[in-house]
Antibody
Framework: EVQLVQSGAEVKKPGDSLKISCQGS????????ISWVRQLPGKGLEWMGI????????RYSPSFQGQVTISADKSITTAYLQWNTLKASDTAMYYC??????????WGPGTLVTVSS | QSALTQPASVSGSPGQSITISCTGT?????????VSWYQQHPGKAPKLMIY???NRPSGVSNRFSGSKSGNTASLTISGLQAEDEAYYYC??????????FGTGTRVTVL
């Protein structure tokens, strides 16, 4: 069974850094991509970027390029989404999802990130 | 890279069929047959319903079907049921080797 386990909810202050995680199991972690998707409160889905854990090939949506960093550690079948400087507008639910370059299939439960002073 | 355009809401009575449209451009949906559809109930993670325009993953009801013509893809739900009430999002591969979601459609079962 494909499973994606995401790290727990975070409450941070503006200016803080943060790295959230997504551990995959039940499939070959290095032969699928992992996408990250943002959902602002009460809003729609936004595709942020994608990584291929096999060789760390990474692509970003133009809207998120330079704003976040996507990485992966294939030795522990885990992908990461990282911010160096959080803003209040980063408050959202963040989903990781198993992907091919062409679509997303299995989704994690999401990590809620709240940024507030 | 703009979001694909979907109607904000669609409604229907139980047993009826409804169709949700998803309009893109010649940089995404109009070029590739890599269109997928997702169902999201409030407070839950999205679920894949259709991929590659017309294909249903194992376990998804055959009441859900997809199609595409030109720059517009469509998701049809036949025999509408109360459990189908949710948000639906389309998604397409793009010429920039990225993915883009639609704006989302709220489906209401009357």
């Amino acid at each position: 069974e494909v499973q994606l386990v995401q790290s727990g909810a975070e409450v941070k202050k503006p200016g803080d850094s943060l790295k959230i995680s997504c551990q995959g199991s039940g499939y070959s972690f290095t032969t699928y991509w992992i996408s990250w998707v943002r959902q602002l409160p009460g809003k729609g889905l936004e595709w942020m970027g994608i990584i291929y854990p096999g060789d760390s090939d990474t692509r970003y949506s133009p809207s998120f390029q330079g704003q976040v960093t996507i990485s992966a550690d294939k030795s522990i079948t885990t992908a990461y989404l990282q911010w160096n400087t959080l803003k209040a507008s980063d408050t959202a639910m963040y989903y990781c999802a198993r992907s091919t370059p062409y679509n997303v299939d299995y989704w994690g439960p999401g990590t809620l990130v709240t940024v507030s002073s | 890279q703009s979001a694909l355009t979907q109607p904000a809401s669609v409604s229907g009575s139980p047993g009826q069929s409804i169709t949700i449209s998803c309009t893109g451009t010649s940089s995404d949906l109009g070029v590739y047959n890599y269109v997928s559809w997702y169902q999201q109930h409030p407070g839950k993670a999205p679920k894949l319903m259709i991929y590659d325009v017309t294909n249903r993953p194992s376990g998804v009801s055959n009441r859900f079907s997809g199609s595409k013509s030109g720059n517009t893809a469509s998701l049809t739900i036949s025999g509408l049921q109360a459990e189908d009430e949710a948000y639906y999002y389309c998604n397409s591969y793009t010429t920039s080797s990225t993915l883009v979601f639609g704006t989302g459609t709220r489906v209401t079962v009357l």
